[in-house]
């Protein structure tokens, strides 16, 4: 079974940067559908991010990026990245990386957290002003 292994959240200024690692373990990396999602406290889950690895297609963020954000492929880690920049206080959340199984890429642009089947423990992030 997948597992994904989360890491790089901390607390930083508005303004700030912060860069997530997100490192797949019992499985190849490529080839599959990953993603970020937040959820802050009291909030539903939220996508960040969907990549389908390997094809070399852009990755399809959440409304609220507005291209602050970009998540990558990490080869060399097995895994993917997220690079997040100016940050601001409303970004604070648990950021998840999660797997969404066997599917076409065009399921994996439109996946929501409901559609993901595999789920990593997370790392806060905390944005102060």
């Known amino acids: 079974q997948v597992r994904l292994l989360e890491s790089g959240g901390g607390s930083v200024q508005a303004g700030g940067s912060l860069r997530l690692s997100c490192v797949v373990r019992?499985?190849?990396?490529?080839?599959?559908?990953l993603g970020w999602f937040r959820q802050a406290p009291g909030k539903e889950r939220e996508k960040v991010a969907t990549?389908?690895?390997?094809?070399?297609?852009?990755?399809v963020y959440g409304r609220f990026v507005k291209g602050r954000f970009i998540m990558s492929e990490d080869y060399a880690k097995n895994g993917v990245a997220l690079q997040m920049n100016n940050l601001q206080t409303e970004d604070t959340a648990m950021y998840y990386c999660?797997?969404?199984?066997?599917?076409?890429?065009?399921?994996?642009?439109?996946?929501?957290?409901?559609?993901?089947?595999?789920w990593g423990q997370g790392t806060q992030v905390t944005v102060s002003s």
């Open positions: 019992e499985h190849t990396a490529s080839g599959v559908c």
């Open positions: 999660a797997a969404l199984g066997p599917a076409t890429a065009g399921e994996c642009m439109a996946a929501g957290s409901a559609h993901m089947r595999a």
């Open positions: 990549l389908y690895t390997g094809l070399g297609r852009p990755p």
